[in-house]
């Protein structure tokens, strides 16, 4: 047991301190150790660029200022990214797409021709799709349409994916007008005219959307819309099929070549739209602009065929390329083609159930 002096010999040599410097002491220890560990596990909404930091100071105040995540934009940004992400592809895609329609149509073809169209839509979905990876570069409601059936992309996703598609498109046709304003004044004959294919020779109004050619019959313009399709999304799988030869981190170039091998070889009698945003959009655009109701009505009112057609055909190029060729996770790979989940006394019964080879190799091992 200790003795009095030498309780008196410990007490002197350790003071002690006031309670308000132990709790300051403490306090700065906890954001010390929270600063680190926010350091260490960055929310979803934090930054992989450069950070900001404009603190002249060290360690806590400095570990602090070095995240972004709590900023408003990043967080803003990371709730509407895919929207955003399919706007900008859209956007980029009629920027050139457009774009070169523009400056063959109104240079009297003085400053490209036809393939120079095939070449600067390719162009365009193949920057397109590198610029909104980020959403998986659909840039087209019909093969959005084609992923929820086929590779199970969220329905809920679909409308968002088809609405910043649209709008992308719309915004980008009035980029292309308003830049090529002066030249179509001179081309149609005045800054307050401006006419449709079919009502003039000096038509300037496809160069934001499709026209049929004359001698096209309602079923024609539908055919030749849904066979290009078709090809688009068949070849689109090809492409995304690693168990295929598959394009892997070239499937943007190979999306280049399927557009322009569709320009060239199918795109002389309806323009080959094969995409509601890119032609909706720009034609609502030019409707805007005063063009009229001739944008509507042209073609025997063709306009609703880009709308209607390119599902059809990218749902039918889907379902041919896993039947024939997929074998990977896909409706068509379950019973009945998959019809099973519409007839009421199947659903349940096959709900759950696996046909992928290695389970089922599982299954009979196991018993």
Not at 1 to 21: F, N, W
Not at 270 to 279: E, M, Q, S, V, W
Not at 306 to 318: Q, T, V
Request: aromatic letters at 14%; hydrophobic letters at 40%; glycine letters at 10%.
């Amino acid at each position: 047991m200790d003795s009095p002096r030498e309780d008196m010999i410990k007490s002197a040599s350790v003071p002690t301190l006031p309670s308000h410097i132990i709790t300051s002491h403490l306090e700065h220890k906890r954001a010390e150790s929270d600063s680190t560990e926010a350091t260490s596990k960055p929310s979803p909404f934090a930054e992989t660029g450069p950070t900001i930091n404009r603190s002249k100071t060290k360690d806590v105040i400095a570990k602090k200022k070095a995240l972004n995540s709590g900023l408003r934009w990043p967080r803003i940004r990371r709730t509407f990214r895919e929207a955003l992400s399919e706007f900008m592809g859209t956007f980029i895609l009629i920027m050139f797409g457009d774009g070169v329609v523009a400056q063959v149509v109104l240079s009297g073809g003085k400053n490209g021709a036809y393939q120079s169209i095939s070449w600067g839509w390719g162009i365009g979905v193949m920057l397109g799709v590198y610029a909104s990876g980020i959403s998986g570069a659909h840039i087209n409601p019909a093969v959005t349409f084609a992923n929820c059936l086929f590779r199970k992309f969220p329905w809920k996703k679909f409308p968002i994916y088809a609405s910043a598609q649209v709008l992308g498109a719309f915004c980008a046709s009035g980029v292309v007008y308003a830049n090529y304003k002066s030249a179509i004044d001179v081309y149609e004959g005045g800054p307050n005219i401006r006419t449709v294919p079919g009502f003039s020779k000096t038509a300037s109004a496809g160069i934001f959307c499709t026209y049929p050619a004359a001698f096209m019959t309602k079923t024609g313009q539908f055919f030749s819309e849904f066979i290009a399709s078709t090809l688009l999304m068949f070849c689109i799988y090809a492409l995304k099929d690693d168990n295929n030869i598959g394009a892997g981190a070239l499937t943007p170039l190979g999306l280049f070549f399927i557009i322009f091998g569709i320009g060239a070889c199918f795109g002389w009698e309806t323009g080959y739209a094969i995409n509601l945003a890119r032609d909706f959009g720009p034609r609502l655009m030019s409707y805007f602009l005063g063009y009229g109701h001739e944008v509507w009505s042209a073609g025997n009112y063709y306009f609703w065929v880009p709308m209607i057609s390119p599902f059809f055909g990218c749902a039918f190029g889907g379902f041919l390329y896993d039947l024939l060729l997929f074998t990977g996770e896909s409706p068509i790979n379950t019973p009945y083609l998959g019809l099973y989940r519409f007839i009421p006394g199947m659903r349940h019964a096959y709900d759950g159930m696996s046909w992928r080879e290695e389970d089922m190799k599982e299954e009979d091992s196991a018993v």
